[in-house]
């Protein structure tokens, strides 16, 4: 009875671990399951993008090159066509000034995206439910291709071979459909 | 002479594969019954599955670590070390943690198994149960094959987990991969695909393996010699036939 008892909870265990584990991998991991775990403690201020780019939940807020919160919350302002980036920073990181500037970068040439700041001169500090108010979108690389391009057929002249032609006219279309900027 | 020994041989191999897959359909006939004693079932799963969790869990963490270690090394050459979490929990969902769970299962489980089973053909037991009109199938084989079927994809489960931990252990604490990029490039590129292969590849090796296992000790010469031959042969049988599956396995799913 006793050996009974204690294979019984040792099976139990084991079982209980296995889909403890299998409930981590399927809801944990990919990006679509639900979210567990408290909050983290820190203050949280959001900032309006025109493009976030691959930016995800999790990507790093620095200044400087030092992590100093994560974003916690990406979503969508249907009223002024923009997402808004909710940022977490740890709660030491108290004096930030008010108008500093936030973009989105990329680390190394092909990793993930992450916020940048580049502090402003008030003397009034980020505090809980702030907003930062100049903000400079991802870059991204294809839009960049495309205005190279662009100007690179422009300046060529409209003499050339058709190829080169239709690539800009197909490159200033996309440029116009994401921004209102004339080709030059 | 030689190529009636070869034709022997061939011979010998086709009634092998012959007696697996019967073997396989009279176990299958057995599994439902079996599943009415739980008790047997339950000692069944202990032996295959709890009693494996110390081995499973030192290789998972270890296995996870070399593979945070070599990633690290390898993708900061292209300057992309962010993707670590992705190589690590696509590396380890998808092809490690089944293949290396199911070898280690056959080492350590299926030679149980088999040298258990052995033995009691060896000591008469299971011809006494016969005699009994007790069915040594349905008491004997099917729980010990049940067992292994339900205990390869939980601990293929708890290996795919460590072993990230393992990898998040030597990429963000050791080699200075920031944390929340290594979660959420991981959570951006894992599907529940992913997640999905890696169980049906872990439910297909438990089957094999546990079929091998129980088949040689069911089959087994009725001696000490034969049963550490059959041992042998279910170390063999299981190794090669887990990866040439995992190859199948990965081509379907690709």
């Known amino acids: 009875m006793r050996a009974n008892r204690t294979l019984e909870i040792g099976t139990g265990l084991f079982v209980l671990l296995g889909f403890a584990a299998l409930l981590f991998l399927t809801t944990q991991l990919p990006a679509s399951g639900l979210k567990l775990g408290g909050a983290k403690a820190g203050y949280h201020v959001t900032a309006e993008f ?8 999790g ?27 909710t940022m977490r920073f740890d709660p030491q990181y108290s004096q930030i000034p008010e108008d500093s500037f936030a973009s989105i970068q990329t680390q190394g ?45 422009s300046s060529k002249g409209s003499g050339e071979g058709g190829g080169t032609d239709k690539q800009a006219s197909q490159g200033q279309g996309k440029d116009n459909s994401g921004k209102t900027e004339s080709p030059k | 002479m030689n190529s009636v020994a070869r034709g022997n041989y061939l011979l010998e191999g086709l009634r092998r594969l012959g007696s697996v897959a019967l073997f396989l359909l009279q176990l299958l006939g057995q599994c439902l019954p079996a599943l009415g004693r739980p008790g047997l079932l339950v000692k069944q799963i202990y032996n295959a599955g709890a009693r494996s969790l110390i081995i499973i869990m030192l290789s998972g963490l270890f296995v996870g670590m070399v593979l945070g270690l070599q990633g690290y090394d390898l993708l900061q050459r292209f300057g992309s070390e962010q993707a670590l979490g ?16 199911a070898l280690l299962f056959a080492g350590r489980a299926g030679t149980a198994l088999t040298s258990e089973i052995g033995l009691m053909r060896a000591t008469d037991q299971l011809t006494a149960m016969e005699i009994m009109a007790v069915d040594p199938l349905r008491y004997v084989a099917a729980p010990r ?35 929340g990029v290594f979660w959420s490039q991981t959570q951006g590129s894992v599907d529940l695909h992913d997640v999905s292969e890696g ?3 872990s439910l297909v090796f438990g089957v094999a393996c546990s079929l091998i296992a129980v088949h040689e000790g069911y089959h087994s010469e009725p001696t000490a010699e034969g049963v550490g031959l ?11 036939l887990t990866l040439l599956l995992d190859y199948v396995l990965t081509a379907a799913f690709l």
């Open chain 1, 50 to 57: 025109d493009d976030v780019g691959d930016l995800k939940v």
């Open chain 1, 59 to 85: 990507s790093p807020v620095t200044m400087s090159g030092v992590r100093l919160g994560e974003v916690s919350g990406i979503r969508f302002d249907p009223k002024d066509y923009k997402a808004v980036v």
């Open chain 1, 109 to 153: 040439l092909l990793g993930g995206k992450y916020i940048g700041l580049s502090p402003g001169g008030l003397d009034t500090y980020l505090k809980d439910g702030s907003r930062i108010d100049q903000t400079q979108s991802a870059i991204v690389l294809e839009s960049l291709i495309n205005k190279f391009f662009a100007n690179y057929a």
């Open chain 2, 86 to 101: 992705t190589a690590a929990a696509l590396g380890l969902l998808r092809e490690l943690a089944p293949v290396i769970t």
């Open chain 2, 145 to 179: 094959f049940l067992g292994g079927v339900i205990a390869m994809p939980l601990l293929t489960a708890i290996f795919s987990v460590i072993g990230l931990y393992g990898a998040q252990l030597v990429g963000v604490q050791l080699m200075g991969v920031d944390r």
């Open chain 2, 199 to 201: 169980l049906a590849k």
């Open chain 2, 230 to 240: 059959a041992t042998t042969r279910t170390v063999v049988a299981s190794s090669v």
